[in-house]
């Protein structure tokens, strides 16, 4: 561990030394791309360093914070018992029709839809 920490500030004291301080870091431009840093995002060990900002004050709560926690039901009838009952709905509309069609075809045809 203590290798790498002395290779990443090697890195970073190359990386000052040859394109500058954090204060005063220029990057590489497409009009200009021989003049400051040309490595992009965190590649650049100075904007590696930034992410996340500890320049910016976030501060703490006045008063201790918990995390909430909602837990909804379901409904009491669960699916299978609703598809059951559409399944039984069905099946009785279905026997209801053929009911009907066998006694239309019994009086031939002379039944009234009431």
């Known amino acids: 561990m203590r290798n790498n920490f002395k290779e990443n500030v090697a890195a970073w004291d190359r990386h000052v030394a040859q394109y500058g301080p954090p204060g005063n870091h220029p ?31 976030y501060g703490y709560p006045d008063e201790a914070e918990y995390v909430e926690s909602f837990v909804t039901k ?3 009838e669960d699916s299978g018992a609703k598809a059951m009952r559409e ?5 009785r509309a279905k026997k209801a029709t053929e009911r009907q069609d066998a006694l239309k075809k019994h009086y031939k045809g002379k039944i009234l839809d009431v």
Not at 30 to 52: E, F, I, M, S
Not at 87 to 91: G, H, R
């Open 27 to 57: 990057y590489a431009t497409r009009n200009d791309p021989n003049a400051g840093c040309p490595l992009l995002g965190r590649q650049c060990p100075l904007k590696a360093d930034q992410n996340p900002s500890y320049d910016d004050d």
């Open 74 to 76: 379901a409904d009491a």
């Open 87 to 91: 399944a039984q709905e069905l099946a």
